[in-house]
């Protein structure tokens, strides 16, 4: 167990819906990152954020957002859902930049039908 | 662009035998980190190993060692004494401001 936990384990909607997509850092941890996990695009770096301002962008789409909060949990929001957003979601976090590991939640499974 | 590429989609090995698994990646970056993570059939994202490039020694962790060639820009990782649970996809990584991830390489363990 990473200590970090992410809600919900799976989500099933149709196209077009908008989804929010929740991530609890570990104790103490101020840095936050999502990535998406796709059969054909591998595993991409979505955005990370650390102490509430965003850090660093990867390849996010404009439908996708996300922040993070005083309590530093993080959403991730997912709007005008297509077929190919079916994923694996990660959320990991860290203590602070790269001279820290990042330490994974379980992901939460996308499926848009 | 920073790219990472892991030329074998999948491998096998015996148990107890050794494996070398090949990670290639292009920068223009001197400093920079390298990983290697494992994910297994859980789907959870573990970190196997790092490596800050401005270390010439290899990092090591237990079994898992690194073989970091700086100039070539090779991260090869190499798993001795090799376990059924080291069954996985593995990725390497690469990092100095955002992450990228090659596409992984599937290592089965034969009994």
């Known amino acids: 167990d990473s200590g970090v936990t992410q809600t919900p384990k799976h989500l099933i909607t149709a196209t077009g819906q908008r989804v929010t997509l929740r991530c609890s850092p570990r104790?103490?941890?101020?840095?936050v990152y999502w990535y998406q996990q796709s059969l054909d695009q591998g595993l991409q770096f979505l955005i990370q954020?650390?102490?509430?301002?965003?850090?660093a962008k990867g390849n996010i789409l404009e439908r996708f957002s996300a922040q993070q909060f005083p309590d530093l949990h993080s959403e991730l929001n997912l709007s005008s859902l297509e077929l190919g957003d079916s994923a694996l979601y990660f959320c990991?976090?860290?203590?602070?930049?790269?001279?820290?590991?990042?330490?994974f939640g379980p992901g939460t499974r996308l499926t848009v039908t | 662009a920073q790219t990472v590429t892991q030329s074998q989609p999948e491998m096998s090995v015996q148990e107890a035998e050794t494996v070398t698994l090949s990670c290639t990646y292009d920068?223009?970056?001197?400093?920079?980190?390298l990983f290697w993570y494992k994910q297994p059939p859980s789907r959870q994202m573990i970190l196997v190993i790092r490596?800050?490039?401005?270390?010439?020694q290899n990092a090591t962790e237990n079994r898992f060692s690194v073989n970091f060639q700086k100039a070539a820009k090779s991260f090869s990782l190499k798993i001795s004494d090799s376990q059924l649970g080291d069954a996985a996809m593995y990725f390497c990584?690469?990092?100095?401001?955002?992450?990228?991830f090659g596409k992984g390489t599937r290592l089965h363990i034969l009994p």
């Open positions: 990991a976090s860290s203590a602070g930049g790269v001279l820290y590991e990042q330490y």
């Open positions: 104790s103490g941890d101020l840095s």
């Open positions: 954020y650390y102490n509430g301002e965003e850090r």
């Open positions: 920068t223009s970056e001197s400093d920079y980190y």
């Open positions: 490596q800050e490039a401005y270390k010439q």
């Open positions: 990584a690469y990092e100095d401001d955002k992450i990228i």
